[in-house]
């Protein structure tokens, strides 16, 4: 069973899903200069929608697998971003 988040805050598991939650941002930021500048939005504009969309739904992932038991393990956060991943378009 891998790390805990709730019982122990591991700075390996933060540093983790910081970096993925980079990751992600950055495959956000991509996907929607494109369809903002589409409809006449700034690049800046765009990533600024799409970070806040990323941050919110990686939140919202986390949020889920917190509530279930009170604790976020590594596999439900490999879980969570292949989900993420995977409804993005972007998995393998």
């Keep these: 069973m891998g790390e805990i ?3 122990k805050m591991d700075k390996s598991i933060i ?5 993925r939650t980079v990751a992600y941002i950055i495959l956000k930021i991509s996907g929607a200069f494109v369809g903002g500048s589409a ?3 700034e690049f800046w504009q765009s990533a600024v929608m799409a970070a806040f969309t ?4 990686i939140a919202e992932e986390m949020s889920r697998n917190y509530l279930n038991d009170g604790k976020i393990t590594v596999e ?3 879980a ?10 972007s998995g393998k």
């Design 5 to 7: 988040i709730g019982e």
């Design 80 to 89: 969570s971003f292949a989900k993420l991943q995977d409804e993005d378009g």
């Design 15 to 19: 540093k983790a899903l910081s970096g």
């Design 76 to 78: 439900e956060m490999d």
């Design 39 to 41: 409809i006449g939005l």
């Design 54 to 57: 990323g941050v919110m739904e």
